[in-house]
């Protein structure tokens, strides 16, 4: 058993009160301390608020057509292991996602506290997107049910369709609407950076001016940089590192193409 939070305790209530209640209210003090109850909790807080809903709408994305598969368990575990959440998140992580499967889930409101999370900053929406998207495209082809829930998101987040797309570009997938306002991607090769349309990367058409792309490029940049996230996950950080990055390659290709100065 720790004693040394009423040691200090006793000895912060004499040299303050001079009187033997004084030592007594120190030492009552620093027993709370020793027995943790005064000892910060790093679970809850602004920057970690979003893991319940998360993983709530990714049990309701995996869900949506009926059952919950091996890759889409997998890609949910793998990205619990890549955010490295602590043994306490991870366990809310869990029950987030165990929660989304159920019949009935609310995934309106588990959006509604992702938006509430974000406040209106592009750059978490974009993340929280990102985060998502290995887990809606763990299948392959994205499906309907699917689609809905993350165009809910999207609405929510104030996020366009095309930068979704852009977004899914950067992941490596090809993504595309069709007519009847349905989505639909497959998996483009990974590490291919070149097999990436840079356009769609840029959430531009290919008719687009110059100074439209230039405009565009720093508009990303200044969404997608690391230094304004604050106190998140490092995984989210690397992947806003990663996507300027893409972004940066994207903008490089297209001058190079164009002879942009």
Not at 116 to 137: E, F, K, M, S, T
């Amino acid at each position: 058993m720790s004693i040394l939070g009423k040691l200090i305790g006793a000895l912060l209530g004499f040299a303050l009160f001079r009187t033997p209640f004084g030592i007594l209210i120190g030492v009552v003090i620093g027993h709370l301390w020793d027995s943790g109850a005064m000892r910060p909790r790093h679970v809850a807080g602004a920057a970690q608020s979003f893991i319940a809903p998360l993983f709530g709408l990714a049990g309701a994305i995996a869900k949506s057509d009926g059952r919950v598969s091996e890759q889409e368990i997998a890609a949910t575990e793998n990205l619990m292991a890549r955010m490295q959440l602590s043994p306490e998140l991870r366990s809310i992580a869990m029950e987030g996602f165990t929660a989304g499967k159920q019949d009935g889930f609310p995934a309106h409101l588990a959006i509604a506290e992702l938006s509430a999370w974000g406040h209106g900053r592009r750059d978490l929406a974009y993340l929280l997107l990102d985060l998502l998207l290995d887990i809606v495209y763990a299948e392959g082809p994205l499906a309907p049910g699917k689609f809905a829930i993350v165009r809910q998101l999207c609405g929510a987040l104030g996020v366009h369709e095309r930068e979704l797309a852009a977004i899914a570009a950067m992941k490596g997938y090809t993504y595309a609407a069709s007519a009847g306002g349905q989505g639909r991607a497959q998996e483009a090769p990974r590490g291919n950076v070149l097999g990436k349309d840079p356009y769609t990367v840029l959430g531009l058409d290919r008719s687009a001016g110059h100074s439209e792309i230039k405009r565009a490029y720093r508009k990303l940049m200044s969404q997608h940089h690391p230094d304004k996230l604050g106190d998140v996950p490092e995984e989210l950080k690397r992947r806003a590192e990663e996507r300027a990055r893409e972004i940066n390659a994207a903008y490089e290709r297209i001058r190079s193409e164009r002879g942009i100065k």
